[in-house]
Each structure stands twice: as structure tokens, then as C-alpha cells.
């Protein structure tokens, strides 16, 4: 089964339950009432109201359901939709699609992500590569991004199903640049050189957070290890184009998020994405902080004076939105 979506985990993009209200520090942030301590559960009908920013305009269902209907007729779901994306509407619109395979169901239970949990998957599903490809075909992607749960049970984490779907992509549409979405693979460094030798033009890896949160966000992960695999890949392809992203809203600071950029640029990464964490249920992490647009643009303007290649940093932004920028970045900073 292949599912597609905006993220990989942490996708869930739903309201927020709470009897909760923001408020607005003196630095203009907004801030969740008592850090949304009831946020984890129903209070009656009540709910937390959304920053003005945070609202999406209508998608044109023409367009939407002209995707869906090719993702129904190859047997694809969509995370977007089940994790309620916020850019759902743009995205299929645009005609973009952001694929999750060996799913649906993942071997680790972040708290901030609505990915289902299962210790002991199914098998990998041997025709998920074509069915991927030829949804890739008719939807005439530019610009295709592949991404997937966390495969722990996998010897190589996955990493030659990762392959095996590159090879479909690039049998049926050649042109189409692809971006690989992994996850940390446990560490398993030849798995990772797999990836890297099946030549994706981009390599994403998201570190999610900021080290002092990943106890309670990541449980499973590992800050360094994520640093570690984006340094790898780079050294192992130098001519591959490296990207990472970030949610905030989680009890973060402004120094702790200049920290990872800092952290990210010095493993030669090339692409940040930073966007607003949203709570998918009232049974995961709840929200600590709107954050401004201001902020966001802050953090964009100084991740280009670090260096990244280009920075997405938005409230609504995620892993994936806008990928497709990607392929006028290339032209201006090609590669061999």
C-alpha cells in the first residue's frame, strides 16, 4: 500500500482540542494559555482558535478530485488527506504529490505524529515501486518526493525498497527529478549508501526539533544520528543537493532553533524547511506557541545569511510543500 502526504511522520495537521485560548506575549508571539495543558483532551465543544495566518483558503475540488481519482484507480492513499494537511488543496491543485511507501503503518510512536504504530509490520509489497511509477506518469510530475514510515524491522531499514521505486520513476518518466524523504535508518550507514547510489537529485532527512525536546518528541531518534546521516550523504555524493526541516510550536526557543541551523549548515546541508506544529488529535503533543509570520521570516532571513541554499519557513510550511521549487535552485546552483 502506498500513501500520500505533505510529511512522512508527523503529518498530522488537525485542530486542537482544547478549552485553551492564545495570547500574545510582549515580543508578539502567541502563546497558548497554561501551555495547553488541557489540550490533550475534549473539554465539551470547545476548541483552540487558529491564528488568523493559519487558515487555508477552499481547494478547487475539480483539480482535487482529478488526483484522487488516479490515486484511487492505482490503490494510493493519502496521508493529507487522513492527516488533514493544511495544503492539501494547493498541493493537489498544483498536481504535486509527496509518496509514502512501505506503509501504512510505522515502527515507532512519536508523539506528535499521527502515523499508525505497529511493531511488526506487513511485508513490503512488491508491486508498490510500478504502481508508484505510473502514478508519477499520469499525475506528469516534474518533481516527485518519496518518503516513508520507519521500517525498524527491515534489515536495511527499507533502504532497497527506497531504490526499487527511484529505478521505477526514473524507467518511466527520466526527467522527472526525484527527492528522497528518509528516515534514520537506525544508523545503518550502507543502507544510506544504497539511497545515495540510486542518485536522487535531493536528499531529505528532517531533524525535527531541537535537541533538548527529542526525549519527548523523538523518543526513538537521535539528534546526532540525524546530523551524522545528512554529513554521510553528502560526503558520499557531493553532488547531491541536501535538505532538512524543522516544526516549532513545541516549547522550542528562538536560540534553540538558530542552534540547529547552525548545527545543519555545518554538516553542509543545503535546504531548511521550518513550519507551525499542529496537534493531529487530542491524544498527541499539544501545542506550545503560534508562531508569527514575523518569525518565520526572521529565521528565513537568517538562514540565508548562513548559507542554506534556500529556506521554507513558514507557518504552514512542511517537509514537502513547494518541493518542486527545487528544480530552479538546481539551475542556479548545478551540480555535477
Known sequence: MVRIGCRAAGAGHSAIHSATRFRQDKLGRIKLDSLVRLSKKVVGNNVVVKPEWLRVKAPQWERVGSVKGILRDLELNTVCEEASCPNIGECFNAGTATFLIMGPACTRACPYCDIDFEK???????????????????????????????????????????????????????????????????????????IVQSRPEVLNHNTETVPRLYRRVRPQGSYDRSLELLRRARELAPWIYTKSGIMVGL??????????????????????????????????????????????????????????????????????????QVRSLMERHPRQ
Open 120 to 194: 511488526k509490520p506487513k511485508a513490503l509489497d512488491p508491486t508498490e515501486p510500478t504502481r508508484l511509477a505510473e502514478a508519477v506518469r499520469r499525475l506528469n510530475l516534474n518533481h516527485v518526493v518519496i518518503t516513508s514510515v520507519n521500517r525498524d524491522d527491515l534489515p536495511d531499514g527499507g533502504a532497497s525498497q527506497f531504490v526499487r521505486c527511484i529505478e521505477a520513476v526514473r524507467n518511466v518518466s527520466p526527467n522527472t527529478t526525484i527527492e528522497v524523504l528518509i528516515p534514520d535508518l537506525c544508523g545503518n550507514w550502507d543502507a544510506l549508501e544504497l
Open 251 to 324: 516549547g522550542e526557543t528562538d536560540v534553540e532553533v538558530q542552534q540547529v541551523m547552525r548545527d545543519l549548515r555545518a554538516v553542509d546541508c543545503d535546504i531548511l524547511t521550518i513550519g507551525q506544529y499542529l496537534q493531529p488529535s487530542a491524544k498527541h503533543l499539544g501545542v506550545q506557541e503560534f508562531v508569527t509570520p514575523e518569525q518565520f521570516d526572521a529565521w528565513r532571513q537568517w538562514g540565508e545569511a548562513l548559507g542554506f541554499l534556500q529556506v521554507v519557513s513558514s507557518p504552514l510550511t512542511r517537509s514537502s510543500y513547494h518541493a518542486e
